[in-house]
């Protein structure tokens, strides 16, 4: 029988954490402040932003909420920035993307300072995770790297196969893996004999963004599988990147969707905003 890793349980457990440490600092007169920017009125926005605010109040982080006009301008935007980097009581920084088109994403990601870059999505934090310095790692591949290790699932020695390359998933994960002494190779669109490749891995990751396009036939016997995609079905209900039921009896472990990788973001990123304490002394 496959384990199911349970997402939920964990994501939980540590936000848990999180909250006996925010309540300690706070005991110490350390109050652990997130600010979050959203410009525009995205619905997915809304929501995810939303639940951020929720998960800090949960954890006893405070969290200052920007809600820009779509029309905001780059600089209003990077004007707001530079005063929060400037503010010592202001622990960590989100600006929620995507952003509007007539503003940069880069320019702006690139003006939060890094050490308040909860989302680890600055130059300096990438390059500080590719080199193994100390810094921000950006939320899903940090939580999916603590749904391994609390699940008991070893890494070291490991093939692990990522199919994806993006910034905020794909690349930092290979990272992640490597400084976990796994063996990663990353595939991606141009990749030639994708199934060749995925069906050698001890511990396959999805981030691709097309539903269920990973069934059995790309899967190893007895592989841990996780699957980072969040997309709706013909029936609009979630369904990750990978074919759940059809890979389910080959597998040694999988992640579900809903309930696997994707509550795990918001709890790495409540940890992130502990981390940014330490990081700010
Ligand atoms: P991107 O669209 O940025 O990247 C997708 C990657 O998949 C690209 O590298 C692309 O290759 C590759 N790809 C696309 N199609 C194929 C294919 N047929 N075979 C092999 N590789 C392919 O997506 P993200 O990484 O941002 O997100 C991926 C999924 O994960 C989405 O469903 C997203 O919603 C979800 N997600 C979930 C999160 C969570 O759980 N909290 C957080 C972030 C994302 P190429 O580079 O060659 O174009």
Do not use: W
Not at 18 to 47: M, W
Not at 136 to 141: L, Q, R
Not at 174 to 203: C, F, P, W, Y
Request: with cysteine.
């Amino acid at each position: 029988m496959a384990h199911l890793i349970d997402g939920k349980k964990i994501s939980a457990d540590i936000k848990e954490e999180v909250k006996k440490k925010a309540g300690e600092l706070r005991k110490k007169g350390t109050e652990v402040c997130l600010a979050v920017i959203q410009v525009g009125n995205n619905p997915a926005s809304t929501v995810y932003v939303n639940n951020k605010k929720k998960a800090c109040e949960y954890v006893g982080i405070k969290s200052l909420s920007y809600e820009l006009k779509e029309e905001t301008t780059e600089e209003e935007l990077l004007g707001l920035i530079d005063k929060l980097n400037n503010m010592p009581e202001v622990n960590g920084i989100l600006v929620q993307l995507p952003l509007p088109e007539h503003i940069d994403e880069d320019k702006v990601i690139e003006r939060i300072s890094p050490k308040k870059d909860v989302d680890g999505f600055h130059p300096m934090n990438v390059g500080a995770l590719s080199i193994g310095r100390k810094g921000f790692i950006s939320c899903t591949p940090y939580g999916i790297i603590q749904l391994l290790k609390r699940s008991g699932i070893d890494i070291e020695g490991k093939h692990c196969v990522i199919v994806g390359r993006s910034n905020i998933v794909g690349k930092p994960m290979a990272m992640l893996l490597l400084r976990e002494n796994g063996t990663v190779t990353v595939v991606h669109s141009r990749t030639k004999n994708i199934k060749e490749i995925t069906s050698q891995a001890d511990i396959l990751v999805v981030a691709i963004g097309k539903p269920k396009y990973i069934t059995k036939e790309y899967v190893k016997d007895g592989a841990v599988v996780i699957d980072v995609g969040i997309n709706r079905n013909e029936n609009g209900k979630l369904c990750g990147d990978v074919d759940f039921d059809d890979v389910l009896p080959k597998v040694s472990a999988i992640t579900p969707v809903p309930g696997g990788v994707g509550p795990m973001t918001i709890a790495m990123l409540m940890n992130n905003c502990l981390e940014a304490v330490e990081l700010n002394k």
